[in-house]
């Protein structure tokens, strides 16, 4: 089985441990347009959905306000923090589980920041707003770094690789540096490959299956979100993204097995037990079995 290193990511007021088990980080969308789940733009019923959540046992929850999926149109900054800002102030008092922010603006980064959140979750790997890098070292905040090429709208147009997992190691080391740059220690910093974004079926599938070469090439920790995605339909059909649970399933098991750290997910209550099985298997690993 895959090793999977041990890292510290300081955190303000915390550090979060990862490699000793893979944690889950629970999807909360607040936009009117998610590809993959119920609507949750009320601020009460988003509470409620990330309490349920963490009480399911994601290890965090990532707040986003933004729709990410292919083809959505940009949301402006002021649309954007009216979104995400009630919801992050009510739940930072009340979750024992860190909480990150969706999201590739820096203003949006900051006010989520001094309402709570611990994490910024960048998908565009700094390229959108390389600011962003910026909040996160002055703030103290740990800062996930996201393979992606072009815009949601048209990002297919450039999922053109000679080699996809040597390119996503080349561009997300670019994005680390561009990151250190600006003062991030890299004890800070975690990657995820992208699953799904500028990315075919056979390139999701690669990252996927090499996900230990990405890991030893950059000695940071792996987040991976392969969640209800469409680069599956290949494999279970052209159903709804609500109903790829059990590909995700699937997903989320590789992932372990190669050695991620987090997995990002919205079936939380599902995907624990995924997680923990898959976990029993790499322990389980060059051990005698029991009769």
């Known amino acids: ?104 603006k820096a203003g949006v980064a900051r006010a989520a920041v001094d309402a709570g959140a611990a994490i910024i979750n960048d998908i565009s790997g700094l390229r959108y707003d390389r600011s962003i890098a910026s909040v996160a070292a002055t703030s103290g905040a740990g800062l996930v770094l996201m393979h992606m090429r072009g815009q949601p709208r048209s990002m297919y147009d450039e999922a053109v690789y000679a080699d996809v997992a040597a390119d996503v190691v080349r561009e997300l080391q670019a994005s680390i540096a561009a990151a250190r740059e600006c003062g991030v220690a890299m004890a800070c910093i975690i990657a995820d490959p992208g699953v799904g974004f500028a990315k075919r079926p056979s390139h999701s599938y690669g990252v996927l299956a090499r996900l230990p070469e990405l890991a ?43 050695g991620a750290h987090i997995v990002r997910v919205h079936a939380v209550a599902e ?21």
């Open 216 to 258: 030893a090439a950059l000695d940071r920790p792996l987040l991976v979100g392969p969640s209800r995605k469409s680069f599956m339909r290949g494999a279970v059909g052209d159903r709804p993204a609500a109903e790829r649970d059990w590909g995700t399933a699937a997903a989320v098991t590789a992932a372990v097995l190669n």
């Open 271 to 291: 995907m624990v037990q995924v997680v923990r099985v898959a976990e029993e298997i790499r322990r389980h690993v060059g051990a005698d079995s029991e009769p």
């Open 1 to 104: 089985m895959f090793p999977r290193k041990r890292f510290e990511i300081p955190l303000p007021g915390r550090s979060l441990r990862l490699g000793e088990r893979c944690l889950l980080m629970g999807i909360l969308n607040v936009t009117p347009d998610s590809f993959a789940e119920t609507r949750q733009l009320d601020p009460v019923a988003a509470i409620d959905a990330a309490l349920r959540l963490e009480a399911d046992g994601a290890d965090l929850i990532d707040v986003g306000g933004e729709s990410t999926r292919p083809g959505a149109l940009p949301v402006d900054e002021r649309e954007e923090l009216a979104r995400v800002l009630p919801v992050l102030r009510a739940l930072s008092p009340r979750l024992r589980v860190p909480i990150s922010i969706d999201t590739s």
